[in-house]
């Protein structure tokens, strides 16, 4: 269904459970930081309100859409690491990753390259690890569709993000 014909922040909030061990890792793209900033606060808010603790959430930056994937895996890189090593060296290895991102066509075709790149990639990695990496990235015409989907009159694609990770949990 076309987003402009949905609340991007509607959903029912239903009992996930206790989500106090829950980790989730978070990787947000510096590129269309306004929109990405506003995608950020939607996820952590839902989070939150859903029950996962601040300190079991792990937040990284990478400067564009393209490195969300490098950053994803980055994330699940000690997963074979036994439980002692982790807890030793303070490492959160996240049952489910979040990618925020915010492509805005432009006059060339790097729209494409990204946009295929990054769905391909996230896909990529949460097979490989299988574990959940949710697609958080608006791809939009333009800015206004980036604003509206992201805190505006679609609602927050970062909250639709959040939850799509509690749900695949
Ligand atoms: C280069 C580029 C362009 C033109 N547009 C965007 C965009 O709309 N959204 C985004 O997240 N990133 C963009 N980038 C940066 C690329 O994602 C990437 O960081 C660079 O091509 C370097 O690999």
Redesign the pocket.
């Known amino acids: 269904m076309a987003t402009a014909l949905k609340n991007l922040s509607e959903y029912t909030s239903s009992g996930f459970g206790d989500l106090s061990q829950t980790r989730i890792g978070i990787v947000v ?4 930081e306004q929109i ?1 900033n506003a995608l950020f606060q939607g996820t952590m808010e839902t989070l939150i309100k859903e029950g996962v603790k601040t300190e079991n959430i792990v937040v990284k930056t ?7 994937t490098l950053g994803a895996q980055k994330m699940f890189k000690d997963i074979y690491q036994d439980d002692e090593y982790k807890k030793a060296l303070g490492i959160i290895v996240p049952d489910a990753v979040i990618c925020l ?6 006059e ?1 075709r ?2 494409d390259f ?1 946009c295929n790149a ?1 769905a391909l990639g996230i896909t990529e990695v949460g097979l490989r690890y299988d574990r959940p990496v949710i697609f958080g ?1 608006l791809t939009t015409d333009n800015l206004q569709q980036a604003i509206d989907r992201s805190g505006g009159k679609h609602g927050n694609k970062g909250v639709e993000a959040a939850i799509t990770a509690l749900k695949m949990l």
């Open positions: 793209s510096e590129w269309n990405t990478v400067p564009g859409s393209f490195e969300l991102g915010c492509v805005i066509q432009g060339t790097h729209f990204i990054v990235v």
